[in-house]
T-cell receptor, first 115, second 113 residues
């Protein structure tokens, strides 16, 4: 049981579709993150939001568009994806105050398959 | 830049065997070090952490000691259980004003009864 929820848990989409992933945290944290987890690769940090402002964007293609309307919610909007974008997308949150001892809390992930 | 190297898997053990998963890191200054665990079909969970040299993190029978002299944070457990089967990730949080975690590639552990 975690304080970070993600919906949907599974998603299948075609390359021309538009979909959104949702993340919600109930921990009162100020920072939220999107990660991509592909087989046999380290977790790839995609985006970081702190106090609803994007503070990091790790060279992610524009077909991924994040949105953080408030400190509890984070979205990842998807459009015209490629099959190689199929992966587990993980959301995480952290307090955002103590940069040296930051612990991130992860959601269960959305398993995305692009056909 | 900061990086984490952990032993390649998969690791297969019998129940009650001793577990070691090696992790070494490269970082400037004094990073915080973490072990995360991912059970099948789930997201990552923090298993333990250490924030300064010689600190020992422990949880659920797992331990890891922050060794600055060898830049290591090896994960150990004296007697594994079937329920410990999961993927284990070593990670560090840099001391540079950045909040992001740098992860290793993960080590898959399978414990057989």
């Amino acid at each position: 049981e975690t304080g970070v929820t993600q919906t949907p848990r599974h998603l299948v989409m075609g390359m021309t579709n538009k979909k959104s992933l949702k993340c919600e945290q109930h921990l009162g944290h100020n920072a939220m993150y999107w990660y991509k987890q592909s087989a046999k690769k380290p977790l790839e940090l995609m985006f970081v939001y702190s106090l609803e402002e994007r503070v990091e964007n790790n060279s992610v293609p524009s077909r991924f568009s994040p949105e953080c309307p408030n400190s509890s919610h984070l979205f990842l909007h998807l459009h015209t994806l490629q099959p190689e974008d199929s992966a587990l997308y993980l959301c995480a949150s952290s307090q955002g105050n103590d940069k040296y001892q930051e612990t991130q809390y992860f959601g269960p992930g959305t398993r995305l398959l692009v056909l | 830049g900061n990086s984490v190297t952990q032993m390649e898997g998969p690791v297969t053990l019998s129940e009650e065997a001793f577990l070691t998963i090696n992790c070494t890191y490269t970082a400037t200054g004094y990073p915080s070090l973490f072990w995360y665990v991912q059970y099948p079909g789930e997201g990552l969970q923090l298993l333990l952490k250490a924030t300064k040299a010689d600190d020992k993190g422990s949880n659920k029978g797992f331990e890891a000691t922050y060794r600055k002299e060898t830049t290591s944070f090896h994960l150990e457990k004296g007697s594994v259980q079937v329920s410990d089967s999961a993927v284990y990730f070593c990670a560090l949080s840099g001391q540079g004003g950045s909040e992001k975690l740098v992860f290793g590639k993960g080590t898959k552990l399978t414990v057989n009864p």
